[in-house]
């Protein structure tokens, strides 16, 4: 019903846009000249930012947008277990060999790692997500796995993403070996003011729209209401395209965004 009133060939802010689809504000842009910085320097990064900021969805386009035959990506969502766990998680991803034991389990990570690098010539990507959970030893852990050939190589990209306090916690004294070892540093940060319009236009645009019906003081209560929170501005966004269809509205204004947020 949303879609056909508003005459879009599908529900708008879909989450689950292709990388080419991605909106770049200025706070991606300057994540991506980051990215692509690392891709030359291979590494350890940490990417930070509030929740619903857009980092899984950015790095799910940086990873998408990777040469296949240069690039492996590993995606590690299961943040929340213990050491032997989260070695056979990545271990698994890898590819490698099952086993019990710590000793094999390490072996095998650091040998698949090497093996995409030598063998098949592909640089390893791997993407911790929700990398908050993580218990201080696995980043202790982690720390030992990216150690090759007395840590004079790093062959594959590493990027811890996560809330906005893991930097923090990162920089505690019992972390700081680990941190000492993270070459890029960003946070992500939340749209602009001046990107609200822009970034509802794109999506709609994406759903065949031409002109979005949002109003300039529509523009300014959604940004009021979200904190510029790519996440939350979709969401407050789809609720008021939805009270205009109730109320049957041609133009959305600050008073259907009240409306909606009320809803939400």
């Known amino acids: 019903m949303l879609a056909a ?3 879009l060939t599908g529900p708008p802010f879909d ?7 991605l909106f770049f504000s ?6 991506f000249s980051r990215l692509e910085y690392l891709k030359q320097r291979r590494g350890l990064m940490l990417l930070t930012g509030l929740p619903g900021t857009g980092k899984t969805t950015a790095l799910r386009a940086f990873t998408a947008g990777l040469t296949e035959l240069s690039y492996k990506s590993f995606y590690v969502p299961l943040a929340t ?3 032997l766990d989260f070695y056979r998680q990545l271990n698994r ?7 019990f034991y710590k000793t094999e389990l390490f072996a095998s990570i650091q040998q698949r790692i090497q093996d995409l690098v030598t063998h098949n010539k592909n640089i390893p990507v791997l993407v911790f997500d929700e990398a908050h959970l993580l218990k201080n030893e696995n980043f202790t852990e982690l720390q030992i796995l990216t150690n090759f050939k007395m840590d004079s190589t790093d062959p594959a990209i590493i990027i811890l993403a996560g809330q906005s306090h893991l930097a923090d916690r990162l920089m505690r004294p ?3 070996a680990f941190y000492q070892r993270i070459i890029l540093k960003y946070h992500l940060l ?13 999506h709609l645009a994406l759903k065949g729209c031409q002109q979005s019906p949002f109003a300039a003081n529509a523009l300014e209560a959604i940004f009021k ?9 979709a969401t407050l966004a789809r609720h008021t395209l939805m009270v205009g269809m109730f109320q049957k509205a041609q133009i959305l204004t600050e008073e259907h965004v009240f409306q909606a947020s009320q809803e939400l």
């Open 5 to 7: 009133y508003w005459k």
């Open 15 to 21: 989450k689950s846009i292709k990388a080419e689809q």
């Open 26 to 31: 200025k706070s991606v842009t300057e994540l």
């Open 81 to 83: 277990v213990n050491v």
């Open 93 to 99: 991803k890898l590819g490698g060999e099952a086993s």
């Open 174 to 176: 019992i972390l700081q």
């Open 190 to 202: 939340p749209l602009e003011q001046a990107e609200i319009g822009p970034f509802i236009s794109h």
């Open 225 to 233: 209401n979200s904190a510029g929170i790519p996440r939350t501005v």
